[in-house]
């Protein structure tokens, strides 16, 4: 193995490692919260959230990832950008904190205006923490980020279940905000060897300027594609809708595309730094996406033909509604996860002008698939993200940016195949077996057995089939051992 893997694998082991402990925090604070609230109260959050995540999104101007990309940064662009999201982000506050009352009347939901005024405070506690957030990034220092992160996550899951249980509702969905991001904040501050300085400069901002713009027209843009079924059900449904909508979207989400985003936080700066060598850069990236697909596949597989189970154990009776979304959802999740790989190509080889131009002809499709399907209730809208993305967007989103490395829509199929296959024939086996044999049992019963059943079809699948992903990782492990024991 080259020296360009030996230099990712402790980031990604690091990075791996930490992600999971984050996913269990996640996991097990969304279940305690989810039987301590109504899907209301996550409704009236996911209104707030829809809104104040795109303006955290425009406050760091992509000045963030082109200090990462760009090769060499300079002391002056540090600061300059430093100082520049500041000022964004006090602007950022003073204005959504401005239009909090127009939330309250567009929705008739009044203690929206109070909610939203809170939920402001983040964007100028986050503001801070750009740079050095960024500058960890490039070096790849993800056991420090990781060690951060998951303080911030333990804190404020503490502080959220407590305010709940002191009977304040969807308040302890804004304290558990607040808290964690002025935690991560100060976690930044305390462990970065950076400090700014009183300088800026406009000259070195613009040096940043073309890929920031671009990187932040597409993410803007990306970002209402992608809440445009929030914002539908929200205004044109009701907030309990939309809290049952967003809970089966984060469930779908949750075990996906964390785990794609730990991997892109190590495998962007990696790419980037073999930008210039496309045949490393392509081998790297097809080993990565069979490695997410060996697991990623089974895991909607699976959820999809366990849901009933799954979220009745879990969440309750009193979020039953949620059952059929999450399925449908789960096809989506099933090419979401690794599709959303394509984007470490555009960012990792500066080309988010070709990538904002696709999220322009791809939001266009998302859209009107949504505006059809809204009429259905949020089934229809589920539906509508299913079609579009199978039927219409499926083989452009992986063909136009595998031309940058000489790589074919039939090429990066084939890569995925085999624990695409495998999941499917463990989901089938699954699906059947509950259904002659399971219906006499519990729910937590038929949980445990479809998810044993499951995890051993899928072995015995891999195994056979000797798939190459599982082979590369299991030479990956003995290498590392023997690395580590020499």
């Avoid at 989810?34 to 109260?41: I, K, T, V, W």
């Avoid at 690794?338 to 791809?362: C, E, H, P």
């Amino acid at each position: 193995m080259d020296g360009f893997y030996w230099k990712i694998i402790p980031t990604l082991k690091w990075s791996g490692g930490a992600q999971v402990i984050r996913q269990l925090l996640q996991f097990v604070l969304s279940i305690i919260l989810a039987r301590l609230l109504d899907p209301e109260d996550f409704g009236l959050i996911g209104i707030i959230i829809l809104f104040s995540n795109f303006v955290q999104l425009v406050s760091d101007l992509g000045f963030g990832s082109a200090l990462i990309q760009k090769t060499k940064v300079e002391p002056e662009q540090l600061d300059s950008v430093f100082w520049m999201n500041v000022l964004v982000g006090v602007i950022a506050t003073i204005s959504f904190i401005a239009v909090a009352p127009l939330l309250g009347f567009l929705y008739n939901k009044p203690i929206l205006k109070n909610l939203a005024s809170l939920v402001a405070l983040s964007f100028i506690i986050a503001s801070f923490s750009v740079v050095q957030r960024s500058l960890l990034y490039k070096a790849m220092n993800f056991k420090l980020i990781a060690l951060i992160d998951m303080s911030a996550i333990f804190i404020s899951g503490i502080v959220s279940v407590i305010t709940a249980l002191s009977g304040y509702g969807v308040w302890s969905l804004v304290v558990q905000s607040l808290t964690f991001q002025s935690i991560q904040t100060i976690g930044l501050w305390c462990f970065s060897n950076w400090r700014p300085q009183k300088r800026f400069s406009r000259n070195s901002l613009r040096e940043l300027c073309g890929y920031s713009f671009h990187f932040t027209g597409f993410n803007i843009f990306n970002y209402w594609v992608r809440n445009a079924d929030n914002f539908l059900i929200s205004k044109l449904l009701s907030a309990h809708a939309l809290g049952i909508y967003s809970r089966a979207y984060s469930m779908m989400t949750l075990p996906v595309l964390q785990m794609t985003d730990f991997i892109s936080q190590v495998m962007f700066p990696a790419l980037s730094s073999i930008q210039n060598d496309i045949e490393q850069f392509k081998r790297v990236y097809l080993k990565a996406i069979r490695a997410i697909a060996l697991v990623t596949c089974p895991m909607m597989t699976g959820l999809l033909v366990s849901a009933k189970p799954f979220i009745l154990v879990l969440f309750g009776e009193k979020w039953h509604e949620v059952i059929p979304v999450f399925q449908i959802l789960c096809a989506v999740g099933l090419i979401q996860g690794i599709g959303s790989t394509v984007g470490w190509i555009y960012t990792s080889l500066g080309r988010t002008d070709i990538m904002f131009k696709w999220g322009v002809f791809a939001g266009i499709i998302y859209i009107l698939s949504f505006l059809v399907g809204i009429h259905w209730g949020i089934l229809g809208v589920a539906i509508a993200y299913v079609l579009s993305g199978y039927c219409v967007l499926w083989y452009p989103a992986w063909a136009i940016p595998g031309r940058l490395i000489n790589l074919s829509f039939s090429e990066m199929f084939r890569n995925i195949s085999g624990p695409l296959l495998c999941s499917l024939i463990m989901a089938a086996c699954t699906a059947f077996l509950s259904t002659v044999l399971f219906q006499k049992y519990s729910q937590i019963v038929q949980l445990a057995l479809m998810i044993s059943f499951g995890i051993i079809i899928y072995l015995l699948c891999i195994h056979s089939f000797q798939l190459v992903a599982l082979k590369e990782i299991k030479a990956l492990i003995k290498s590392n051992i023997v690395n580590r024991n020499g």
